[in-house]
Nanobody
Framework: QVQLVESGGGLVQAGGSLRLSCAAS????????MGWFRRAPGKEREFVAA????????MYADSVKGRFTISRNNTKNTVYLQMSSLKPEDTAVYYC?????????????????WGQGTQVTVSS
């Protein structure tokens, strides 16, 4: 079992930046590929970004490519999502997730553990 706790959400103006963190506990963090997802008001949860176990490879949704960066620190058991040039449409609850699969994935059903989420609100 892996426990995931997100932090770093908040209210920011359009064009601003935020860094989300997701702290993991329970099992060896480096055994899990990690992902970030988000659910905007009235919409389905969607993929944002993912990173491999080592941090050597990443994947992004087209809507955030070039603005968001996912990274991880396996010595701190933490995955990050650096968000820049934020837009009002980035407003959502952001979730981190862990998968035991070797490869990274944008598919929610392939993730085994989920955090509770952190709210990000971008004002125009």
């Amino acid at each position: 079992q892996v426990q995931l706790v997100e932090s770093g959400g908040g209210l920011v103006q359009a064009g601003g930046s935020l860094r989300l963190s997701c702290a993991a506990s329970g099992r060896t963090f480096s055994n899990y590929a990690m992902g970030w997802f988000r659910r905007a008001p009235g919409k389905e949860r969607e993929f944002v970004a993912a990173v491999t176990r080592s941090g050597g490879s990443t994947m992004y949704a087209d809507s955030v490519k070039g603005r968001f960066t996912i990274s991880r620190n396996n010595t701190k058991n933490t995955v990050y999502l650096q968000m820049s040039s934020l837009k009002p449409e980035d407003t959502a609850v952001y979730y981190c997730a862990a998968t035991e699969r070797v490869s990274i994935s944008s598919l929610q059903r392939q993730y085994d553990y989920w955090g509770q989420g952190t709210q990000v609100t971008v004002s125009s």
